[in-house]
């Protein structure tokens, strides 16, 4: 059972949220490569996860009865290589090795490098098919945890998706939540001009899925939402979280040219300041 989430926790979540979209310019610019726009946008949900909803040990990562977090678009993984820094699950100066040679922390995330990856990541489509596998696998053996998939968008426009959404749904896999990314972005443009999604509500409600949305940079709602999507029976759940790319960063937000590239020095100096600024207004309007 995911607990009700109070004020005080909920100021916690926000700034720890902010410190996370800090240490991901930092991170980026360390390593001089990789993506800066859907990390920044999926900070708040990344935080979420990790600090409040999932039933995790990152002191023991194999804890049997864990809740799985599978992550299908893992480009986006310096957000949850800094999340599992701070949650615990390796040490914080390790992010300065993001994408180097040798390093634990590739690219797009490598299973058995790191204590607490469920799957490796790189061709997009697959994450919810590697799921529903483990969700499938937990009713079969009368497991209590859940599976939670972050995907991205974009992702929707492989056909590997809707198989998946089918298989799910015949098997009534209420055990498994996916979360979609919706940030109307991908590499080469916004998706409604690349390949249109809408509606992707009614998509997912078509293949008899429980459809969720939820504001992404809304903590609490999203948390609430979760909740909901955890109390529903004989059919999987899906959560729609509409999120803005390059979050709390003006110069990125809403620029799909943002999607693969990191930020500079003067840019990065930029965007922490920015950041810095947004961290001192929230402890300003909660003291």
Known sequence: MIDELLETKLVELEKKAVKIREMIIETLLEAGSGH???????????????????????????????????????????????????????????????????????????????????TTSGPLGEGISQAIGMALAAKLDGAPHRIYCLTSDGEHQEGNTWEAAMFAARNKLDNLTVVVDRNNIQIDGFTEDVMPLESLRAKYEAFNWEVFEADGH????????????????????????HTIPGRGVD?????????????????????????????????????
Not at 218 to 241: G, L, W, Y
Not at 268 to 281: F, N, S, V, Y
Request: net charge neutral; charged share 25%; with cysteine.
């Open 36 to 118: 800066s726009a859907g990390p920044l946008g999926m900070a708040d949900i990344f935080c979420a996860f990790y600090f409040h909803i999932l039933n995790h040990d990152p002191k023991n990562p194999d804890w049997p009865e864990r809740d799985r977090l599978v992550l299908s678009n893992g480009h986006i993984c310096p957000v949850r290589y800094v999340s599992m820094a701070l949650a615990g699950y390796f040490p914080v100066e390790e992010l300065k090795t993001l994408r180097k040679i040798d390093s634990r922390l590739q690219g797009h995330p490598h299973r058995t490098s790191l204590p607490g990856l469920e």
């Open 218 to 241: 809304n903590i609490k709602m999203f948390v609430d939402t979760i909740r909901e999507a955890v109390a529903v029976h004989q059919r999987p759940s899906v959560v729609i979280a």
């Open 251 to 287: 110069f990125m937000e809403n620029k799909f040219e943002w999607h693969g590239k990191p930020p500079n020095a003067e840019e990065a100096k930029k965007a922490l300041d920015e950041l810095r600024t947004l961290q001192g207004k929230i402890e300003s309007e909660h003291q």
